[in-house]
């Protein structure tokens, strides 16, 4: 369904925005963060689950509220990024993006001609609204929301001249893979990695581009927040998912286990 970007409407007035992951592909978690109220959720297709068609579905859901979807697209391949926005994707994030010409592909697979490589099929892409958006093509440009995710040394070096690329809406900072493109896997608060991430906060702050990123080691959501970030995404269905089952397992084996003493030798029940 075509609308107004709210996401992007937000984030150009300086809005602190809070997401999270989904993972499944499941339209009926999306239907979820949008009953709950996040102001986006990041439909993850490069390590979760889910096709164009479970994207379509998504953006469904999050369409019945004022909840943005965004995906993160399996890599910067524009013929899968221009049927993402076809299909009505109102906003996307481009992982490993580690130079400037890369950065431009991304956004030129989202714009129309000249300005872009996007096909023209307003009169039955789903982005249009199968056609019925009369003026879609003088209002699709601006209205998508583009992000590429830092997280390599080489995107580090270059993160000035990709923050400034025309089109980029939003810088965002990988930690995890960024700890382990540096040597540092897992230890996404070693002082080089907070060094690399310094420098990208620089960058994008150069170039007046917000930024987003995910919480680290020594820094909440909340601290994330306070030191400058426009959009935090945290967690993911799947890891609330086994946050809450992990915790109600171990009481479940506390509990087992106090009926084994109770019972005596042998456990003295059956399960």
């Avoid at 995910?214 to 993911?236: I, K, N």
Wanted: glycine residues 10%; neutral net charge; charged residues 20%.
């Amino acid at each position: 369904m075509f609308r107004p970007n709210r996401l992007k409407t937000r984030l150009a007035a300086g809005d602190k925005l809070l997401g999270t992951w989904l993972q499944s592909g499941s339209a009926t978690f999306a239907e979820m963060a949008m009953i709950a109220g996040f102001d986006l959720f990041i439909m993850d297709q490069e390590h979760g689950m889910g096709d164009l068609q479970a994207a379509v579905d998504s953006m469904r859901a999050a369409s019945a509220g004022e909840t943005t979807m965004m995906v993160r697209v399996p890599t910067a391949d524009p013929i899968y990024i221009r049927r993402l926005v076809d299909a009505g994707c109102e906003a996307l994030l481009a992982p490993m993006i580690e130079t400037a010409d890369q950065a431009r592909a991304v956004v030129a697979a989202c714009r129309f001609p000249p300005r872009g490589v996007r096909g023209l099929a307003v009169d039955i892409a789903r982005a249009a609204n199968f056609g019925f958006v009369d003026d879609y093509i003088a209002r699709a440009d601006e209205t998508i929301l583009v992000s590429v995710q830092i997280e390599t040394p080489k995107a580090v070096e270059n993160a000035r001249q990709i923050a400034a690329v025309d089109g980029v809406d939003l810088v965002f900072i990988g930690p995890n893979d960024l700890a382990a493109s540096l040597g540092f896997p897992g230890k996404t608060g070693a002082p080089q990695v907070e060094a690399a991430i310094a420098r990208v906060i620089d960058a994008a702050r150069a170039a007046g581009k917000p930024l987003a990123t995910v919480p680290r080691a020594g820094r909440t959501w909340r601290q994330c927040f306070e030191d400058g970030f426009s959009m935090v995404a945290l967690g993911s269905e799947i890891y609330f998912y086994r946050v809450a089952s992990a915790a109600l397992m171990t009481e479940w084996k506390a509990y087992r286990g106090d009926r084994a003493m109770r019972g005596g030798a042998g456990g003295g029940y059956s399960v």
